[in-house]
């Protein structure tokens, strides 16, 4: 229940979960941090028992350390509860979060199974929320990551305040065993590697003993592995290197000494690596090989120390991770990516076209890049102005963030050429909109295989035919579309006459010469129009060539 000094108790509470979770990272031993994760529950929690089950490898708990009742400790310590027995008690009751709370009515038929237990007796409770003595919670100890091991579960018993824990008092346990499930962790790591690192650089003799164990760990290990110094001026500069860190980046033992993973890791992951935590870090990025060439590894590190108050040495796992980086980039170029032609489909060519335009217009007073129904057009007979289908500009959830200022003053705003077919001297991005002729035909008449073997030629083609910088996407069906910045109106022409020209000749397809034509249609991209707009005017012009076009064929013939 909330009171007056609810507040005054929180503070003190949040000072003792403070103090003893501080006290966690002080222990120098698992021996030591997991008496020291029950001796907190009693000092900093108000609980007057804690026992502390750990995990053992086979998978059964193991009473680890108990804290508040010596005779209870003498009982129950290193006697061990079966998984089975314990998984049973942790989907029991009621769940607080990842606590677990099994009141003393369901609680009974846990008197006698095979999980160590120490309870007394005592009067049924005399008001809701009081504590019975055959009550058990329950906090579970995962390790990090998405996984959630199981590392243990500490299980509290006889709050001092008689009272089941409110909101506060389980998010503080809570809190305390996620705290406690980091230090154990912690504590396990140093107490694998320190036996085989803690004499490593100081003392020959000892070494000599341990050498050949952790020779196997760390020579051998299937990924790499690195000391290197810390503080000082040498800091960071590798000691060791194991032979498949050598392999990895294709240099000796001998010159890997010369460096630190400052001096090998990308110029653009220097960032990440300066940010990654000496103790417990992890990152993801690239090391450069011998051959100037870069790879992606997973770097995680640890601190170990040569004695408790000698020198620290950093150790370094590092994973090959290349294998995976290429598979999330073939993902997402087949996410971006037509997949029988290999251009980029129709979601990049919008996403390379918006990054280009704004929308804020590039001038004041300048005209869009086509209008259907301004003067200049008047002489296609036949062709009816249709009007705009875009009155607002996020209608179709392709606009954009506004452009105000600030970290967008550095955009550079287009504009397009205004004088129709006329170059006016104006450069700016055209975008060709390409429809093959007579392509329906041959899917009909020869089927989708030979349809498609046309449509990775048009593509092959369309792509020699442009320079490095162009893009060419296709849209879908037989529609192509080229962005070609910093043309003028008659160098755009020019580009659509040449790759009409590149189409045109005939594409073999299994023994048989086929043809298809192209009609091209030149849009601009304007700061002030939306990505649908630029490609609606080039979509509007094409149609508009290619129905002068027939016209023409059809007075001819």
């Known amino acids: 229940m909330e009171t007056e000094s609810e507040p005054y108790v929180r503070l003190s509470t949040l000072r003792q979960l403070h103090q003893v979770v501080t006290d966690l990272n002080t222990a120098r031993s698992l021996a030591d941090t997991l008496q020291t994760v ?41 006697r061990v509860g079966p998984r089975e027995s314990w998984e049973k008690r942790l989907s029991m009751g009621v769940a607080w979060g990842d606590l677990r709370f099994i009141p003393h009515t369901e609680g009974w038929v846990l008197m006698e199974d095979d999980v160590p237990q120490w309870h007394t007796d005592g009067p049924a409770p005399r008001f809701e929320d009081e504590w ?5 919670l329950y906090a579970p100890m995962y390790a990090s990551g998405s996984g959630r091991e ?63 164990s952790f020779r196997q760990a760390f020579e051998y290990a299937p990924s790499g592995m690195a000391i290197a110094e810390m503080g000082g001026d040498q800091h960071g500069r590798l000691l060791r290197t194991n032979d498949a860190l050598c392999r990895l980046l294709g240099r000796p033992a001998s010159v890997m000494r010369r460096y630190s993973f400052a001096d ?12 990654t935590s000496a103790e417990g870090g992890r990152a993801e990025l690239r090391l450069g090989r011998r051959d100037g060439t870069y790879v992606w590894v997973s770097l995680r590190n640890s601190v170990v120390a040569d004695t408790a108050d000698g020198p620290r040495f950093l150790l370094t796992h590092v994973e090959d991770i290349e294998e995976r980086k290429r598979h999330e980039l073939q993902l997402a170029h087949r996410a971006s990516h037509d997949a029988l032609t290999g251009l980029p489909n129709s ?20 005209e869009p890049a086509y209008d259907p129904g301004r003067e200049g057009y008047e002489g296609y007979e036949g062709y009816e102005p249709q009007p705009q289908p875009y009155e607002h500009e996020h209608e179709h959830g392709f606009g954009f963030e506004s452009v105000g200022g600030g970290a967008y003053d550095h955009h550079v705003h287009i504009v397009a050429p205004t004088g129709g077919e006329v170059d006016d001297g104006t450069k700016g991005l055209a975008v060709l909109f390409c429809d093959l002729d007579g392509f329906k035909s041959i899917n009909d008449r020869f089927g989708h295989h030979t349809g498609d073997a046309v449509l990775i030629e048009v ?12 893009t060419v996407a296709r849209l879908g069906g037989d ?72 016209k023409v064929h059809r007075r001819a013939g």
């Not at 389980?170 to 230090?183: K, R, T, V």
């Open 150 to 212: 199981l590392l243990g579960v500490i299980s509290v018993d006889r709050p001092r305040n008689g009272r089941h824990p409110g909101p506060w008092g389980q998010e503080a346990l809570q809190m305390y065993a996620s705290q406690s499930a980091i230090a154990i962790s912690n504590a396990r790591l140093r107490s694998n590697m320190q036996r085989a690192l803690v004499r490593l650089e100081r003392e020959q003799q000892a070494l000599r003993a341990s050498e050949e």
């Open 38 to 78: 029950a001796d907190g529950v009693v000092a900093g929690l108000n609980y007057e028992l804690a026992c502390v089950n750990l995990v053992r490898p086979d998978g059964d708990l193991v009473v680890a350390a108990f804290a508040g009742s010596s005779a209870a400790e003498a009982l129950i310590t290193g």
């Open 347 to 366: 979601a990049e060519l919008r996403s390379r076209l918006s990054a280009r335009i704004c929308e804020r217009p590039g001038a004041p007073g300048n």
């Open 132 to 136: 019975h003595p055959h009550d058990r």
């Open 264 to 275: 090998l890791v990308h110029p653009e992951d220097i960032g990440t690596l300066l940010r």
């Open 479 to 550: 529609e192509f579309v080229v962005l070609a910045d910093g043309l003028g109106a008659a160098d755009a022409a020019d580009l659509a006459v040449r790759l009409r020209n590149a189409i045109i000749p005939p594409i073999r397809v299994d023994g048989r010469a086929v043809r298809v034509g192209a009609s091209f249609g030149i849009g601009w991209a304007e700061c002030g129009m939306t990505v649908e707009e630029v490609l609606n005017s080039a979509d509007q012009r094409m149609y508009v060539e290619k129905r002068s076009r027939a």
């Open 459 to 470: 593509a092959r083609r369309l792509t020699t035919g442009v320079r490095d910088g162009d």
